[in-house]
């Protein structure tokens, strides 16, 4: 069923500015948005200054607006505003829902602010015509998800409640699932037999942007590897699902995290940029940590004995997005690399962010008299190849409004995530300093010798969080 309104929570904060508004914006645009949109902020504007807040917000991240659709958008919104631990707030919003048969409510809040949202909605008669979109991370460990968990579920059911990582919502993390099952070339080497490892990298030049009280509340490991990081390797090894469903595609998700070994302290490295506890909302003594790289191990037929490993950090030397696949060298090497060169594997380079595209690495023969090989990258930009595309925000939030449970998570899935780091947050790694502008601290090295070291980058940015 197709809900009959949209309410957003934290309407005023910086959520909403920088993806929601744009997204809606572009809703409007290819005609997927005809209901009314509420927002909802303790921030006491006026109804003029939450619009103009919009579209300011939009207009800064939209090229060539088209007035009447930004008008249309518009002057569909209001504001409520009020605590959310008052129930005259919940009132007011009754009122603003109107006669909705279904609402879904989008909380761009923090997780410590959910339980008074939903108790709120419930005590005001709106839960049993809610669907509850909450944002990540869910939760801090895997005791606090389940205490969050247990309290959301007082007031909703599991399937009105849409865990968003807007990884999901990524066309280029969609394809790995295509790439992998519709093409025969690759699902029959999607192995241990064929595979050595699998690297999969988050890197940002950039710092906390600000955002200093927020990130040293979270780190790394909360705020991208337990989430993001989890569902790329997720979408890249679990098996094929029966069907499209997202019941389907939850199940096979669970069955591959529930088959990755609980990490172990000695399998991280935790490091933290020189200069981190000079940005402002960042205690002096911080232990947060900006750079987290793990190894770990998946425990089924598919992939036992395939090491994978996982990295995300701030203030790096480049930006970048991408999952590497690395296959095994053939039994017996015939021939030599050019001079200057080591023999490299066959490389499947999956780039996630800006510039999203494949490039597969094959050995070819290098010019000249000898057998000697060079490597070659057969490339292909999604871009280039299909146009503009939508953004993640637009696609998770039609998929909320139509009910799509496909491109969200499902609550076993965010405890495995949980139980998989359980130790690793329990008992923390020292921290490892590390330059800005460095690949971090070198040590994180030392994880991946074994399979020859870290595959270097593609040069391809996102700049996206």
Known sequence: MR??????????????????????????????????????????????????????????AVKDVDENVLNALISSMRLVIGDYREPATFEELGIAVGNAALTVYYLAIAPDQFTAVTNGLANAGLASKARLVVEKPFGRDLESAKALNEALEQVVRE??????????????????????????????????RYISNIQITMFEKFGVEGRGRFYDGVGAMRDVLQNHLLQVLAMLTMEPPIDLSGESIQNEKVKLLSAIREVEPAE??????????????????????????????????????????????????????????????????????????????????????????????????????????????????????????????????????EGDHFRFTR???????WRILNTALKQPAALEPYESGSHGPTCADDLIADVGGWNPLHNAAFTEN
């Open 3 to 60: 809900a009959e309104c949209l309410v957003l929570f934290g309407a005023t904060g910086d959520l909403a500015k920088k993806k929601l508004f744009p997204a809606l914006y572009h809703m409007q645009l290819n005609n997927e948005l005809d209901i009314p949109v509420v927002g909802v902020a303790s921030t006491r504007w006026t109804q003029e200054e939450f619009k103009q807040n919009a579209v300011d917000a939009i207009r800064k």
């Open 411 to 417: 609550i076993d899935a965010v405890l495995e995530s």
């Open 159 to 192: 399937d009105q409640i849409y865990r968003i990582d807007h990884y999901l919502g990524k066309e280029s993390v969609e394809d790995l699932l295509v790439f992998r099952f519709a093409n025969t070339l690759f699902e029959p080497v999607w192995n241990r």
């Open 268 to 401: 991280i490295v935790r490091g933290q940029y020189v200069g981190y506890l000079d940005e402002p909302g960042v205690a002096p003594d911080s232990d947060v940590e900006t750079f987290t790289a793990m190894r770990l191990h998946i425990d089924n037929w598919r992939w036992a004995g395939v090491p994978i490993f996982l990295r995300t950090g701030k203030r790096m030397a480049e930006t970048s997005l991408e999952a590497v696949v690395e296959f095994q060298q053939p039994p017996r090497l015939l021939f030599k690399p050019v001079e200057g060169h080591l023999s490299s594997p066959n490389v499947l380079r999956f780039r996630l962010g800006v510039g999203d595209g494949v490039d597969i690495q094959l050995q070819v023969k290098a010019p000249g008299s000898q057998m000697f090989t060079s490597p070659v990258d057969l490339s292909v930009e999604f871009s280039a190849a299909f146009g503009e595309r939508q953004e993640a925000y637009e696609r998770l939030l039609d998929a909320a409004i």
